[in-house]
C-alpha cells in the first residue's frame, strides 16, 4: 500500500506509547477517587501513586518484572481479596474497592494487551462512579468528565494500534522497541502529527457529547423501581468532624480548625433568618471526671424511637406561609442533623433511618451519611428558647428490665472544696435566684471579666484527681466556646439551674451567587441551654466573649439585614456557589424537577413566541406605514439608486470581484498553492466524479487543465471557465 | 460482439468515473435527497449493512444496562450522569463513524491478463473527499472465485482530507474460466471500537482467467521449417531487415506506416519486413467432448494451446487461430491472441462433432497445429498431422 501523506502520521511505535501513557493517566485518575471514600486503602494509593508515574516514564521496566508474579498474581489477588472480605462481612464494599486498587495495580506495573487495557477502563469507571454515589461530590463531575475524555483517547488510540497491526506477527518474549520511550521526542512528533482543526473538532464533538449527556440527564424518564441505594449500606460512615454522641472536651476547637463545608442552606423566606443563627446538633448533658457528655438515657431515649421513615413529625404547630428550608449536609459531617430549632416536619429524599427525640429535640440517623443527605424542612421555629421538657422520662429497658435514669442536670460530682469554690464564685456573680435570664448574663458577665478567649487555651496543671473547669475558672487564662460553656453549666447548676452543653455550628455566611447560607467547620462551636421553669423552656445561652448571652439582642436585625451582614463574595464563595448548584439541580434533580423544567422550558418558548409575534406585528406596520407614506421623486431616486448599486454590487463581484479576490490571494495561502488552480483542481475533481464520457464537459476540462496546470499567463478568465464547469454539472445532474 | 468480447473489455481494467463507489456516494450528487437518504438508510440499511457490537461494546452495553438499572432502583443522578455520559458516547462513536466514512470513495482496479497459477494484484483505490477530517481504521474484505473465504487488508495509515491511497490484493487464480473479483465488505471500527460497522459493497469485476501456461515438449520436425514460396504471414513482422512495402492491412501497427510513401500514393503503405517471411501456423483447437473425456486432460489441452499460441505469437509464426467450427481468424495483433486466450478461457468440451467448413480450412493448408489426447494424461500437437510437441 502506498499513500501520499500531506501531514506526518504517529507510526505504531508513537502510537504505542501514546497509548501506554493514557492508560497510566487514566489509572492515576481513577484511583485517586479512593480519596473521597472511606476505605483504608492508604497504603495502597500511595503504592499505586508511585508506581503509575515511575511505570508510565519508564515502560520497559514492565518487562523486568519475573515471570513468578504474573503466575502468582492471580492466586495472591484472590486470597487476599478472600481475607480481606471475611474480615470485613459487614462492609463488603471495601474490600472490593481494594481489589479493584490491586487489579489496577497489577495492570499497571505489567505489559498490557487490548483485554488488558479495557480492564483498565472498567475498573476505573468502577471506581470513579462508586467514588460518585459515596461522596456526591462535585469533584465527581469533574472527574467523571476527564475520565470519559481520556477513555476515549485511550479507546481511540487502541483501535488505531489495532488496525496498523492487523496482519503484522506478533513479537513474543523481547522488549518490544517502544519501550524504549523519549518522551519529548513523543510531545514533539504529536505537536507536528496533530492538525489543529482536527483537535479543535475534536474538543467541539467532546463538549457535545457533554452536553448530549446533560440533555440526556434531563430527558432521561424518572421513576423509582425501588428505594434501596446499594452502595452505602455496603460501607459504614464515620463522622469525619467529631460532631458525635461521644464528643469530649476540646473537639469543637478541633474541628474548628477545618475550613471546610459543613452544610449549605437555602430558604424559601429571607425574613425568616434569625438575627443569630445556632445550628443545634447535639445535648451533652452528663457531666463526669471533668467532661461532659451525652448520658446513656439521652442515647437511648433517641435509639428506641428508630424508624424507617422519610418524614419526621416534629412538635412546631404548622403555620400558614411557612418557610421552607433545604439542608445540604455534606459527607461524613455528623449523624446528627443542624437544626435551628423545633421544627413541623423534616422531609428526606427516599426513606431513611431516622430518628426524633421529642425530649432532647435532636434528630438522628442511623449511620453517619457517606454522600450528601438533603433534608427539607418545614414550620422552623427559629427562636432562642426550646420547648422542651426539662427532663427526660424515665425508660425502662427491655432487656433487663432495668430503669434508666436520667441524670441529674443540678447536682456535681465535684471534691467538696471545688463545690465551696464554686458556690463562692456563685455568690460572687450575685444573680437573684429564681431568673436564669438575669444569672447567664451576670455568669457570663463574670466569666468575660476573668477570661479572654483564645483557641489556644491551657488549663494550670493542678492535682490529678482536680476538676479541670474548676482548675481552669480558678486560673484566669483565656479560653475557648466549650471551657467558657462548661464553665458557666457548672456554675448554673451550683445556683440550681438545670443547665446542658449544646453543640453545633454558630453562624454562617450568605452566598448571594447560590443564595444559600453556607457554614463551614470553622463556624462549629458550644453554647448552654438552661431550663426556664416559669417559661417552662429551655433558653439558649451563650456565655463565650462578644456572643448575645441570652436571646435575642435588642433592635435586632432579621432576614435581609443579617444576610447583608454575613455576606461573602470571595472566591471561595464563588466555588461554593458552584457546589450548591451540583446539590440543587443535579442531585436532588427529580421528576418534579423534570415537570418543571417542561414547564419552564413551554413558558419560556411561549413568551419568545409571543414576543416575536409581537415583533413581527410591529414591523410589518412600520413597513405598510413606509410604504403608504407619499412617494416624492427625490425619495423614489434615492431608493432605485441604492437598489441599483447592491445589484451591480453582487454583479461586479461575481464577474471579477471574487477572481481578483483570488488572484490576490495567490501564494498566500497554504502550501502555496495559487487559490485558482486550487479552484480549479476542485472543479476538475468533480467533472471526474460526474459520469464519463460527457461531451459538453469535455471542453471544460480542458480549459480548467489549463488552469490547473498551465501557465498563469496563459490563463482564460477564471470565473468564467468555473461558472461554465458548475452549469454544465448543473445541467448533467438535471 | 459476444459475450467473451464484453467481459474481456470489462477486464481490460478501463475503469469509467462512475466506477466510484462508497457510503451514499450517488445521494452526494443531490443536497436535498442527501438528508431523506441518509434517514431512509437508518429505517432501511442497505443490502450487507450491519452493526456488531464488538467486545468492549457489549462491555459497554452490560455496563449501561447495569448502572441504568442501579441508577432506577436507587434514583441516584450520580448513575443517571454515568449512564447518559455512556449513552451520548454510544451515540458520538456512531457520529464520528458516520463523518469517518463520508466522503470516502472507492473502486476496484483489476489489471489483465489474469492467468491460473500466477499472482495478480488487485488494487483499490481511495480517496477521501473530506476538506478537513481524515479517514482512519477501515478495512475491506476481498473475494474472488476460488477463494474460500474474503481476505481482509486494511487501510493502516491515516487517509488525509482530499488524499487518495490505493490498497492492494494479490490473489491467484486456480481455475480457467470466467471468475469474479468483489469488494465484498467495507467495515470499520473506529473511533473507539464499540460497534463493528459493515458496510455490504457491490463492487464486482467479471474477468477472465486465461489457462496456466504450461511445460511442453517439441519433436524435431521438419514442419518447424522454414516458409516456402508464397506463404506469408498475414501480419507485418517486428523484426529483420526491411524487405519491401505493401498496402496496409487490419491489424497492422500504426508504427509500421510509411508516412511518406502514404502520401506520396495517397494510401496507407506499411514497411515489410523480413520475418513477415517466416513459416505461419494456423493454430486449430478442437475440444470435442468424445475425445476429452478426462477433465484435467482438456485443461492441459486449453492450456497446452494458449502456450503454444502465445509461443508462436511472440515468435511472429502465428497466422491464424480457430476453435472448433469457428472459422479461422488471422492474428494480426496483440488484440487478435487476446481474444483467443479469452476464447480459450471460456472453452469447453463440446458434444457436436466437428464438422469442417470450407472457410475454416482455407487458413489451414499449410502448418496446421491440431490437438489430440496422448495417452491418458498428455496432449500431442501434431503440424499436419505430423507430432510436433507434447505436453
Same mark, same amino acid.
Given at each position: 500500500m502506498s499513500m501520499e501523506n500531506r501531514r506526518p502520521q504517529l507510526n505504531l511505535p508513537e502510537l504505542h506509547q501514546l497509548k501506554w501513557l493514557l492508560g497510566g493517566l487514566l489509572a492515576f485518575i481513577a484511583v485517586w477517587t479512593v480519596v473521597y471514600m472511606d476505605v483504608q486503602a492508604w497504603l495502597l494509593l500511595a503504592l499505586l501513586t508511585l508506581a503509575i508515574p515511575v511505570m508510565t516514564a519508564k515502560p520497559g521496566l514492565a518487562m523486568r518484572v519475573p515471570r513468578w508474579v504474573h503466575l502468582l498474581a492471580f492466586p495472591v489477588l484472590l486470597s487476599v481479596f478472600a481475607v480481606d472480605l471475611l474480615s470485613h462481612l459487614k462492609e463488603p464494599l471495601p474490600p472490593v474497592i481494594r481489589l479493584a486498587l490491586m487489579l489496577v495495580l497489577y495492570r499497571v506495573i505489567t505489559p498490557r494487551k487490548r483485554r488488558d487495557d479495557l480492564q483498565i477502563i472498567v475498573l476505573g469507571l468502577f471506581l470513579v462512579v462508586v467514588g460518585g454515589v459515596l461522596s456526591v461530590s462535585i469533584v465527581f463531575a469533574v472527574q467523571i468528565v476527564v475520565f470519559t475524555a481520556c477513555a476515549l483517547l485511550f479507546l481511540l488510540v487502541i483501535t488505531l494500534v489495532n488496525g496498523m497491526e492487523e496482519g503484522l506477527p506478533l513479537a513474543a518474549g523481547a522488549t518490544p522497541g517502544w519501550m524504549h520511550v523519549e518522551w519529548r521526542r513523543l510531545a514533539h512528533r504529536l505537536r507536528e502529527c496533530v492538525?489543529?482543526?482536527?483537535?479543535?473538532?475534536?474538543?467541539?464533538?467532546?463538549?457535545?457529547?457533554?452536553?448530549?449527556?446533560?440533555?440526556?440527564?434531563?430527558?432521561?424518564?424518572?421513576?423509582?423501581?425501588?428505594?434501596?441505594?446499594?452502595?452505602?449500606?455496603? /460501607?459504614?460512615?464515620?463522622?469525619?468532624?467529631?460532631?458525635?454522641?461521644?464528643? *469530649?472536651?476540646?473537639?469543637?476547637?478541633?474541628?474548628?480548625?477545618?475550613?471546610?463545608?459543613?452544610?449549605?442552606?437555602?430558604?424559601?423566606?429571607?425574613?425568616?433568618?434569625?438575627?443569630?443563627?445556632?445550628?443545634?446538633?447535639?445535648?451533652?448533658?452528663?457531666?463526669?471526671?471533668?467532661?461532659?457528655?451525652?448520658?446513656?438515657?439521652?442515647?437511648?431515649? /433517641?435509639?428506641?424511637?428508630?424508624? *424507617?421513615?422519610?418524614?419526621? *413529625?416534629?412538635?412546631?404547630?404548622?403555620?400558614?406561609?411557612?418557610?421552607?428550608? /433545604?439542608?445540604?449536609?455534606?459527607?461524613?459531617?455528623?449523624?446528627?442533623?443542624?437544626?435551628?430549632?423545633?421544627?413541623?416536619?423534616?422531609?428526606?429524599?427516599?426513606?431513611?433511618?431516622?430518628?426524633?427525640?421529642?425530649?432532647?429535640?435532636?434528630?438522628?440517623?442511623r449511620q453517619t451519611p457517606s454522600k450528601m443527605l438533603a433534608y427539607r424542612l418545614e414550620g422552623m421555629q427559629t427562636g432562642s428558647s426550646l420547648r422542651l421538657p426539662e427532663k427526660i422520662a424515665q425508660i425502662k429497658v427491655a432487656s433487663d428490665k432495668q430503669e434508666l435514669k436520667a441524670p441529674s442536670l443540678t447536682a456535681l460530682d465535684l471534691h467538696a472544696d471545688e463545690m465551696a469554690k464554686l458556690a463562692a464564685w456563685v455568690a460572687e456573680i450575685g444573680a437573684p435566684r429564681g431568673s436564669p435570664v438575669e444569672f447567664a448574663r451576670g455568669a457570663s458577665r463574670w466569666l468575660a471579666k476573668r477570661h479572654g478567649y483564645s483557641l489556644q487555651s491551657e488549663i494550670a496543671p493542678g492535682r490529678a484527681e482536680a476538676d479541670p473547669l474548676v482548675r481552669w475558672m480558678d486560673s484566669g487564662s483565656p479560653g475557648h466556646c466549650?471551657?467558657?460553656?462548661?464553665?458557666?453549666?457548672?456554675?448554673?447548676?451550683?445556683?440550681?439551674?438545670?443547665?446542658?452543653?449544646?453543640?453545633?455550628?454558630?453562624?454562617?455566611?450568605?452566598?448571594?451567587?447560590?443564595?444559600?447560607?453556607?457554614?463551614?467547620?470553622?463556624?462549629?462551636?458550644?453554647?448552654?441551654?438552661?431550663?426556664?421553669?416559669?417559661?417552662?423552656?429551655?433558653?439558649?445561652?451563650?456565655?463565650?466573649?462578644?456572643?448575645?448571652?441570652?436571646?435575642?439582642?435588642?433592635?435586632?436585625?432579621?432576614?435581609?439585614?443579617?444576610?447583608?451582614?454575613?455576606?461573602?463574595?470571595?472566591?471561595?464563595?464563588?466555588?461554593?456557589?458552584?457546589?450548591?448548584?451540583?446539590?440543587?439541580?443535579?442531585?436532588?434533580?427529580?421528576?418534579?424537577?423534570?415537570?418543571?423544567?417542561?414547564?419552564?422550558?413551554?413558558?419560556?418558548?411561549?413568551?419568545?413566541?409571543?414576543?416575536?409575534?409581537?415583533?413581527?406585528?410591529?414591523?410589518?406596520?412600520?413597513?405598510?406605514?413606509?410604504?403608504?407614506?407619499?412617494?416624492?421623486?427625490?425619495?423614489?431616486?434615492?431608493?432605485?439608486?441604492?437598489?441599483?448599486?447592491?445589484?451591480?454590487?453582487?454583479?461586479?463581484?461575481?464577474?471579477a470581484g471574487r477572481g481578483a479576490w483570488l488572484r490576490w490571494r495567490g501564494g498566500r495561502t497554504r502550501g502555496g498553492v495559487d487559490p485558482v488552480r486550487r479552484e480549479a483542481g476542485r472543479w476538475l475533481r468533480k467533472i471526474s466524479d460526474s459520469e464519463a464520457g460527457i461531451s459538453d464537459l469535455a471542453c471544460v476540462r480542458?480549459?480548467?487543465?489549463?488552469?490547473?496546470?498551465?501557465?498563469?499567463?496563459?490563463?482564460?478568465?477564471?470565473?468564467? /471557465?468555473?461558472?461554465?464547469?458548475?452549469?454544465?454539472?448543473?445541467?448533467?445532474?438535471? | 460482439m459476444s459475450t467473451a468480447e464484453t467481459v474481456s473489455s470489462d477486464a481490460r481494467g478501463v475503469a469509467a468515473a462512475t466506477d466510484w463507489n462508497g457510503v451514499g456516494f450517488r445521494g452526494a450528487r443531490n443536497r436535498s435527497r442527501r438528508w431523506s437518504r441518509l434517514l431512509w438508510s437508518l429505517v432501511y440499511p442497505q443490502r450487507g449493512q450491519r452493526i456488531l457490537p464488538t467486545v468492549p461494546g457489549t462491555l459497554l452495553i452490560a455496563v449501561s444496562l447495569g448502572i441504568g438499572t442501579a441508577a432506577y432502583n436507587t434514583s441516584s443522578n450520580i448513575l443517571f450522569i454515568t449512564l447518559s455520559l455512556l449513552l451520548a458516547c454510544l451515540v458520538s462513536s456512531g457520529v464520528l463513524s458516520w463523518f469517518n466514512l463520508k466522503g470516502v470513495t472507492w473502486r476496484l482496479r483489476v489489471t489483465p491478463p489474469l492467468r491460473v497459477g500466477r499472482d495478480h494484484a488487485v488494487m483499490l483505490e481511495l480517496r477521501n473527499a473530506k476538506r478537513v477530517l481524515p479517514t482512519y481504521g477501515l478495512w475491506f474484505d476481498f473475494m474472488a472465485t476460488g477463494v474460500a473465504k474474503p481476505v481482509r487488508r486494511a487501510l493502516a495509515w491515516r487517509l488525509d482530507p482530499e488524499g487518495d491511497t490505493h490498497i492492494e490484493w494479490t490473489f491467484c487464480p486456480q481455475k480457467r474460466g470466467a471468475a469474479t473479483v468483489e469488494l465484498v465488505a467495507v467495515g470499520s471500527l473506529f473511533p473507539f471500537g464499540f460497534l463493528r460497522k459493515i458496510i455490504g459493497s457491490e463492487l464486482r469485476r467479471e474477468v477472465l482467467v486465461w489457462p496456466a501456461p504450461v511445460e511442453y515438449r517439441r519433436f524435431p520436425l521438419v514442419s518447424w521449417r522454414q516458409p516456402g514460396l508464397g506463404e506469408q504471414k498475414a501480419t507485418v513482422g517486428q523484426g529483420g531487415d526491411l524487405l519491401a512495402l505493401r498496402p496496409y492491412a487490419q491489424g497492422d501497427s500504426q508504427r509500421a506506416v510509411h508516412w511518406k510513401a502514404s502520401a506520396r500514393l495517397r494510401r496507407l503503405v506499411v514497411r515489410q519486413f523480413a520475418t513477415e517471411m517466416q513459416a505461419g501456423f494456423s493454430l486449430w483447437v478442437q475440444t470435442a467432448a468424445e475425445a476429452w473425456t478426462r477433465p484435467e486432460q482438456f485443461e492441459l489441452l486449453c492450456s497446452f494451446a494458449a502456450t503454444l499460441a502465445e509461443d508462436l505469437f511472440r515468435s511472429g509464426r502465428l497466422a491464424s487461430v480457430a476453435l472448433n467450427d469457428e472459422p479461422s481468424h488471422p492474428v494480426r495483433s496483440v488484440r487478435d491472441l487476446e481474444l483467443f486466450l479469452d476464447r480459450l478461457a471460456l472453452a469447453v468440451p463440446v458434444d457436436q462433432p466437428y464438422q469442417p467448413t470450407t472457410s475454416a480450412g482455407a487458413g489451414r493448408r499449410f502448418n496446421l497445429l491440431t490437438f489430440a489426447p496422448d495417452g491418458a494424461r498428455g496432449v500431442l500437437a501434431h503440424v499436419d498431422g505430423k507430432p510436433a510437441a507434447t505436453a
Amino acid at each position: 500500500m502506498s499513500m501520499e501523506n500531506r501531514r506526518p502520521q504517529l507510526n505504531l511505535p508513537e502510537l504505542h506509547q501514546l497509548k501506554w501513557l493514557l492508560g497510566g493517566l487514566l489509572a492515576f485518575i481513577a484511583v485517586w477517587t479512593v480519596v473521597y471514600m472511606d476505605v483504608q486503602a492508604w497504603l495502597l494509593l500511595a503504592l499505586l501513586t508511585l508506581a503509575i508515574p515511575v511505570m508510565t516514564a519508564k515502560p520497559g521496566l514492565a518487562m523486568r518484572v519475573p515471570r513468578w508474579v504474573h503466575l502468582l498474581a492471580f492466586p495472591v489477588l484472590l486470597s487476599v481479596f478472600a481475607v480481606d472480605l471475611l474480615s470485613h462481612l459487614k462492609e463488603p464494599l471495601p474490600p472490593v474497592i481494594r481489589l479493584a486498587l490491586m487489579l489496577v495495580l497489577y495492570r499497571v506495573i505489567t505489559p498490557r494487551k487490548r483485554r488488558d487495557d479495557l480492564q483498565i477502563i472498567v475498573l476505573g469507571l468502577f471506581l470513579v462512579v462508586v467514588g460518585g454515589v459515596l461522596s456526591v461530590s462535585i469533584v465527581f463531575a469533574v472527574q467523571i468528565v476527564v475520565f470519559t475524555a481520556c477513555a476515549l483517547l485511550f479507546l481511540l488510540v487502541i483501535t488505531l494500534v489495532n488496525g496498523m497491526e492487523e496482519g503484522l506477527p506478533l513479537a513474543a518474549g523481547a522488549t518490544p522497541g517502544w519501550m524504549h520511550v523519549e518522551w519529548r521526542r513523543l510531545a514533539h512528533r504529536l505537536r507536528e502529527c496533530v492538525d489543529w482543526r482536527v483537535a479543535v473538532l475534536g474538543g467541539l464533538l467532546f463538549a457535545g457529547v457533554v452536553g448530549l449527556s446533560a440533555v440526556l440527564f434531563m430527558a432521561i424518564p424518572r421513576f423509582e423501581l425501588g428505594n434501596s441505594l446499594f452502595l452505602d449500606r455496603l /460501607i459504614t460512615g464515620h463522622t469525619k468532624t467529631g460532631f458525635s454522641e461521644n464528643i *469530649q472536651f476540646g473537639d469543637v476547637v478541633d474541628i474548628q480548625q477545618d475550613t471546610g463545608v459543613a452544610l449549605s442552606v437555602d430558604v424559601s423566606d429571607r425574613s425568616q433568618v434569625p438575627s443569630e443563627l445556632y445550628w443545634r446538633m447535639l445535648v451533652l448533658d452528663e457531666y463526669a471526671k471533668g467532661s461532659f457528655r451525652m448520658s446513656a438515657a439521652v442515647k437511648y431515649s /433517641i435509639d428506641r424511637v428508630s424508624a *424507617q421513615n422519610s418524614r419526621v *413529625q416534629g412538635e412546631a404547630p404548622p403555620l400558614a406561609n411557612e418557610s421552607v428550608w /433545604i439542608f445540604y449536609l455534606e459527607t461524613g459531617t455528623s449523624r446528627f442533623l443542624p437544626l435551628l430549632g423545633g421544627f413541623n416536619e423534616i422531609a428526606f429524599e427516599g426513606e431513611k433511618e431516622v430518628a426524633f427525640s421529642r425530649d432532647t429535640g435532636l434528630v438522628m440517623l442511623r449511620q453517619t451519611p457517606s454522600k450528601m443527605l438533603a433534608y427539607r424542612l418545614e414550620g422552623m421555629q427559629t427562636g432562642s428558647s426550646l420547648r422542651l421538657p426539662e427532663k427526660i422520662a424515665q425508660i425502662k429497658v427491655a432487656s433487663d428490665k432495668q430503669e434508666l435514669k436520667a441524670p441529674s442536670l443540678t447536682a456535681l460530682d465535684l471534691h467538696a472544696d471545688e463545690m465551696a469554690k464554686l458556690a463562692a464564685w456563685v455568690a460572687e456573680i450575685g444573680a437573684p435566684r429564681g431568673s436564669p435570664v438575669e444569672f447567664a448574663r451576670g455568669a457570663s458577665r463574670w466569666l468575660a471579666k476573668r477570661h479572654g478567649y483564645s483557641l489556644q487555651s491551657e488549663i494550670a496543671p493542678g492535682r490529678a484527681e482536680a476538676d479541670p473547669l474548676v482548675r481552669w475558672m480558678d486560673s484566669g487564662s483565656p479560653g475557648h466556646c466549650e471551657l467558657f460553656a462548661g464553665a458557666f453549666a457548672l456554675l448554673a447548676r451550683t445556683a440550681g439551674y438545670p443547665t446542658r452543653l449544646a453543640l453545633g455550628f454558630k453562624g454562617g455566611s450568605w452566598n448571594a451567587r447560590s443564595e444559600s447560607i453556607t457554614i463551614r467547620n470553622s463556624d462549629a462551636h458550644a453554647w448552654c441551654e438552661i431550663f426556664d421553669a416559669a417559661a417552662g423552656a429551655w433558653l439558649r445561652v451563650d456565655p463565650t466573649p462578644g456572643s448575645v448571652v441570652v436571646g435575642d439582642p435588642a433592635n435586632a436585625s432579621k432576614g435581609e439585614a443579617v444576610l447583608a451582614r454575613i455576606r461573602d463574595d470571595s472566591w471561595a464563595a464563588r466555588f461554593e456557589s458552584l457546589r450548591v448548584f451540583w446539590y440543587r439541580r443535579i442531585v436532588n434533580f427529580d421528576q418534579q424537577s423534570q415537570v418543571r423544567l417542561v414547564r419552564n422550558a413551554k413558558k419560556l418558548a411561549d413568551e419568545r413566541l409571543r414576543a416575536l409575534k409581537k415583533t413581527l406585528r410591529a414591523e410589518l406596520e412600520a413597513l405598510k406605514g413606509w410604504i403608504a407614506s407619499p412617494w416624492d421623486v427625490r425619495r423614489a431616486s434615492a431608493w432605485g439608486l441604492a437598489a441599483a448599486g447592491i445589484a451591480c454590487g453582487v454583479v461586479g463581484w461575481r464577474l471579477a470581484g471574487r477572481g481578483a479576490w483570488l488572484r490576490w490571494r495567490g501564494g498566500r495561502t497554504r502550501g502555496g498553492v495559487d487559490p485558482v488552480r486550487r479552484e480549479a483542481g476542485r472543479w476538475l475533481r468533480k467533472i471526474s466524479d460526474s459520469e464519463a464520457g460527457i461531451s459538453d464537459l469535455a471542453c471544460v476540462r480542458t480549459e480548467l487543465e489549463k488552469l490547473r496546470y498551465g501557465r498563469s499567463a496563459n490563463w482564460p478568465e477564471p470565473m468564467g /471557465i468555473f461558472r461554465r464547469a458548475k452549469r454544465a454539472l448543473a445541467g448533467r445532474r438535471r | 460482439m459476444s459475450t467473451a468480447e464484453t467481459v474481456s473489455s470489462d477486464a481490460r481494467g478501463v475503469a469509467a468515473a462512475t466506477d466510484w463507489n462508497g457510503v451514499g456516494f450517488r445521494g452526494a450528487r443531490n443536497r436535498s435527497r442527501r438528508w431523506s437518504r441518509l434517514l431512509w438508510s437508518l429505517v432501511y440499511p442497505q443490502r450487507g449493512q450491519r452493526i456488531l457490537p464488538t467486545v468492549p461494546g457489549t462491555l459497554l452495553i452490560a455496563v449501561s444496562l447495569g448502572i441504568g438499572t442501579a441508577a432506577y432502583n436507587t434514583s441516584s443522578n450520580i448513575l443517571f450522569i454515568t449512564l447518559s455520559l455512556l449513552l451520548a458516547c454510544l451515540v458520538s462513536s456512531g457520529v464520528l463513524s458516520w463523518f469517518n466514512l463520508k466522503g470516502v470513495t472507492w473502486r476496484l482496479r483489476v489489471t489483465p491478463p489474469l492467468r491460473v497459477g500466477r499472482d495478480h494484484a488487485v488494487m483499490l483505490e481511495l480517496r477521501n473527499a473530506k476538506r478537513v477530517l481524515p479517514t482512519y481504521g477501515l478495512w475491506f474484505d476481498f473475494m474472488a472465485t476460488g477463494v474460500a473465504k474474503p481476505v481482509r487488508r486494511a487501510l493502516a495509515w491515516r487517509l488525509d482530507p482530499e488524499g487518495d491511497t490505493h490498497i492492494e490484493w494479490t490473489f491467484c487464480p486456480q481455475k480457467r474460466g470466467a471468475a469474479t473479483v468483489e469488494l465484498v465488505a467495507v467495515g470499520s471500527l473506529f473511533p473507539f471500537g464499540f460497534l463493528r460497522k459493515i458496510i455490504g459493497s457491490e463492487l464486482r469485476r467479471e474477468v477472465l482467467v486465461w489457462p496456466a501456461p504450461v511445460e511442453y515438449r517439441r519433436f524435431p520436425l521438419v514442419s518447424w521449417r522454414q516458409p516456402g514460396l508464397g506463404e506469408q504471414k498475414a501480419t507485418v513482422g517486428q523484426g529483420g531487415d526491411l524487405l519491401a512495402l505493401r498496402p496496409y492491412a487490419q491489424g497492422d501497427s500504426q508504427r509500421a506506416v510509411h508516412w511518406k510513401a502514404s502520401a506520396r500514393l495517397r494510401r496507407l503503405v506499411v514497411r515489410q519486413f523480413a520475418t513477415e517471411m517466416q513459416a505461419g501456423f494456423s493454430l486449430w483447437v478442437q475440444t470435442a467432448a468424445e475425445a476429452w473425456t478426462r477433465p484435467e486432460q482438456f485443461e492441459l489441452l486449453c492450456s497446452f494451446a494458449a502456450t503454444l499460441a502465445e509461443d508462436l505469437f511472440r515468435s511472429g509464426r502465428l497466422a491464424s487461430v480457430a476453435l472448433n467450427d469457428e472459422p479461422s481468424h488471422p492474428v494480426r495483433s496483440v488484440r487478435d491472441l487476446e481474444l483467443f486466450l479469452d476464447r480459450l478461457a471460456l472453452a469447453v468440451p463440446v458434444d457436436q462433432p466437428y464438422q469442417p467448413t470450407t472457410s475454416a480450412g482455407a487458413g489451414r493448408r499449410f502448418n496446421l497445429l491440431t490437438f489430440a489426447p496422448d495417452g491418458a494424461r498428455g496432449v500431442l500437437a501434431h503440424v499436419d498431422g505430423k507430432p510436433a510437441a507434447t505436453a
